[in-house]
């Protein structure tokens, strides 16, 4: 029972892992909690869900309940999550930004943002559940006792690969390696001349399209609703604070952490407290270790 | 001469020149009133003067980070005025803040790679330069910035602001926190910076110190210009003895 619940968390925090990525990059860079974040999750889940409605899910393959069209239909719903995260800032952030709006301020606007964005997806696709594929899909079990979905190990596989390219950016990319710097210091960055604009206009692009492949994977276990994203913030939340803002392996540590936590609660609690456990281990990390597990104080 | 340069830009020695600034945070509220200073092409100018007058205030004036309210300041280029700092830094102004002056989180490396940020091509061989320059940093490239001693951290940041080749250098306080072995290292690099073609101009409370390596100096009080001249003259009169340099000692070892 309990390895079956630390291996579920760990695919249910590689989705959060996702989300927390983007989180923790704008939290540090734009130096306020973006509480539209996760609304990116779920309009990247229904992009994908158009595009899956043009093309079909695909055949099952590799013992996968979809094809390569899903795939395809995820990587451009995030691409345009991408483009609409910083349209978003454009929009919204940016105004607010140059009139020297207090942080408090931006946090409020994104509150606002987030309930228009998921009412949008109201408008569009209603109150119902969605399924991108109505395949079934069987548990395989790998070791006496845990059973698997092999969409679950795709998701997996993907997520590693996704934050291991995004670590590359990070550390050799010329705009990746100022990101960095701008989540440091923002006053030296403009002084070594770094394009603020620019550095912005990749974090919100990187964050979107980080999110949204979130949101299309958790759409796929099992369905979609206008609620996936929002259901899911506060552990998105946790995860970045948790393995320390700003930090990449941090978010990626937070993720699963906050994932294994929550279904090791689901053996010893009612479901109905499930949304609690994110609230416990926020405080908790928040008392102990306020930087984060791998959070690094700037000096 | 004055008159030409009021016009467009600072002409033949001059590399900066400040006139009658008044800058500070917030509007209606100047900490540097009317200061006016010069740096000429090869030249190391120190600002002293007491604490709170203006002399930090002054030089992010220069560097685009706080508002100036009126006067003017030149660069070969032009008038700074109405720029963003990205744009006077390319303009060829190189800047030291006092704290924060490294990416603690960054390596080596990669303070230097955002030091040469707006670079192209040029930027592995200056890389190349800086290791060359600073040998110390060259076996450390790898390793996070925060790693370093207040000495190397000082040189990385003189690294960082020399990576686009600056025709004037500022710092703020170079010296601040580093055992006096190193403030002489850190003076004499500077010094050797000058006979390279930089401009130095520097902000220092060990002005004794700072005075011996500086070839002109200006005294800042209360956001305005008290007095100025070669350096060697100032560390010689026995009112500025008295008034500046005594009290910076004491500011230095409480």
């Known amino acids: 029972m309990i390895v079956q619940a630390i291996v579920d968390g760990i695919f249910t925090g590689a989705i959060v892992s996702l989300g927390a990525i983007g989180l923790s990059l704008t939290l540090q860079i734009m130096r306020f909690a973006n509480f539209a974040h996760a609304e990116f999750m779920t309009i990247g889940a229904y992009l994908a869900l158009a595009a899956v409605g043009l093309m079909g899910p695909g055949a099952p393959s590799l013992g996968l309940s979809f094809g390569w069209q899903l795939l395809v239909a995820a990587c451009l719903a995030a691409a345009l999550a991408g483009v609409l995260s910083w349209g978003l800032d454009l929009v919204v952030f940016r105004p607010l930004r140059r009139s020297g709006a207090a942080p408090l301020v931006l946090v409020f606007a994104a509150f606002g943002a987030a309930l228009i964005l998921r009412h949008v997806l109201v408008l569009i696709w209603g109150h119902d559940s969605y399924f991108y594929t109505r395949e079934l899909q069987l548990g395989v079990m790998i070791v006496p006792g845990v059973r698997v979905l092999p969409d679950q190990v795709f998701i997996l596989a993907l997520a590693i690969f996704l934050v291991t390219l995004l670590h590359l950016y990070l550390t050799h990319h010329r705009t990746g390696i100022a990101m960095r710097a701008m989540a440091e210091s923002p006053s030296l960055s403009q002084v070594c001349g770094i394009e603020v604009d620019r550095v912005m206009r990749t974090t919100w692009i990187i964050s979107g399209f980080m999110a949204a492949m979130a949101g299309v994977f958790s759409g796929l276990t099992p369905q979609l609703h206008p609620e996936l994203g929002s259901n899911i913030l506060l552990s998105i939340f946790t995860a970045a604070i948790f393995g320390g803002v700003g930090s990449l392996p941090g978010a990626v540590l937070g993720g699963l952490l906050v994932g294994i936590a929550e279904n090791l609660f689901l053996l010893v609690a009612d479901p109905g407290y499930k949304p609690a456990m994110p609230f416990l281990l926020l405080l908790g990390v928040l008392w102990l270790r306020p930087q984060g597990l791998l959070g690094e104080k700037a000096s | ?254």
């Open chain 2, 1 to 254: 001469m004055s008159e030409l340069c009021a016009q467009r830009s600072c002409g033949g020695q001059q590399v900066l020149e400040v006139q009658e600034l008044v800058a500070g945070y917030v509007r209606g509220l100047p900490i540097v009133q009317g200061a006016k200073l010069r740096v000429d092409a090869g030249e190391l100018v120190t600002i002293i003067g007491p604490n709170g007058a203006g002399k930090s205030t002054l030089m992010k004036a220069i560097a685009g980070l706080v508002l100036i309210e009126s006067g003017q300041v030149l660069l070969r280029s032009g008038s700074v005025l109405g720029r963003t700092p990205d744009q006077i830094m390319q303009a060829g102004v190189g800047y030291v803040p006092q704290t924060g002056n490294v990416f603690a989180t960054l390596t080596i490396h990669e303070n230097l790679r955002i030091g040469g940020y707006c670079l192209g091509a040029e930027l592995a061989q200056r890389l190349e330069q800086a290791y060359a320059m600073f040998p110390a940093l060259a076996s450390k490239r790898r390793e996070k910035a925060r790693t370093l001693s207040g000495g190397q951290r000082q040189m990385l940041a003189i690294a960082r602001a020399l990576m686009t080749q600056p025709s004037v250098l500022m710092l703020d306080e170079p010296s601040a926190g580093l055992a006096p072995m190193m403030v002489q290292e850190v003076f004499e690099r500077l010094r050797r910076l000058t006979r390279e073609g930089v401009s130095v101009l520097m902000v220092e409370q060990n002005a004794k110190g700072a005075l011996q390596y500086s070839d002109r100096a200006y005294i800042l009080v209360e956001g305005r210009n008290r007095l100025d001249g070669p350096a060697r003259g100032l560390l010689d009169d026995p009112a500025v003895a008295a008034a500046f340099l005594g009290a910076s000692r004491r500011q230095v070892h409480p």
